[in-house]
């Protein structure tokens, strides 16, 4: 069974600009989580959709959003880059967001370097 | 306010040298405990849940355990290959299934 896929998996930016990251679940995994990484905050939750549905979010800026399509897959978007948004963002996925074996298994991440 | 810390922050120990990382947590309500490795520019690696005090887990060289406050990462007899992050995270009630990891113990085993 294919893992999860992120791309792409590098990405440079200048501030202001706008970026759009992919993730593509585990097949039949219905949820879809954001991560954002970096060495001062670690991991931090940003989002998680189900059945194209929002159904939780993070601690940040409205900048940050996220759409699930009908097959699942999932993007987010950062608008208005700023310096600090440069990190590794991480998608995961798994059944469903709730009941047994609902542990999230993660992609390789995109890391966003903004300049 | 609900936290997850984890220590040491930075491990080293010499091949067949066994320790334990520790994860310490303070939420209400917990539903979950999930240790991760993460390699040098990879993505969390999923290692073991645990959801109930006086649980344990074992896979190959590690053993997890899990009180009402921290859950331990038994490494024993390590090889230069366990060398990684190891992440500690929590699901709880005020989380909605979201995790709510620690920083992280950067673990180093020389040969």
């Known amino acids: 069974k294919a893992g999860v896929t992120q791309t792409p998996r590098y990405l440079i930016k200048t501030r202001g600009q706008q970026v759009t990251l992919s993730c593509s679940p585990i097949?039949?995994?219905?949820?879809v989580s954001w991560y954002q990484q970096t060495p001062g905050q670690g991991l931090q939750f940003l989002f998680e959709?189900?059945?194209?549905?929002?159904?939780n979010k993070g601690n940040f800026p409205g900048r940050f959003s996220g759409r699930q399509f009908s097959n699942s897959r999932s993007e987010m978007n950062v608008s208005t880059l700023e310096l600090g948004d440069s990190a590794l963002y991480l998608c995961a996925s798994r059944p469903s967001p709730s009941g047994p074996n609902n542990e999230q298994f993660f992609g390789p991440g995109t890391r966003l370097t903004v300049l | 306010e609900d936290q997850v810390t984890q220590s040491p922050e930075a491990l080293r120990l010499q091949e067949g040298e066994s320790s334990s990382l520790n994860c310490s947590y303070t939420v209400s309500g917990l539903r979950g405990l999930f240790w991760y490795r993460q390699d040098p520019g990879k993505g969390p690696e999923f290692l073991f849940t645990?959801?109930?005090a006086g649980e344990e887990k074992e896979k190959e060289r590690l053993k997890a355990t899990l009180t009402k406050k921290e859950s331990f990462l038994h490494i024993t007899a390590p090889k230069p290959e366990d060398s990684a992050t190891y992440l500690c995270?929590?699901?709880?009630?005020?989380?909605?299934?979201?995790?709510?990891f620690g920083k992280g113990t950067s673990l180093l085993v020389t040969p």
């Open positions: 645990l959801y109930s």
């Open positions: 959709y189900f059945s194209e549905t929002q159904r």
């Open positions: 097949s039949g995994h219905r949820s």
């Open positions: 995270a929590v699901q709880h009630s005020n989380s909605g299934y979201a995790l709510n």
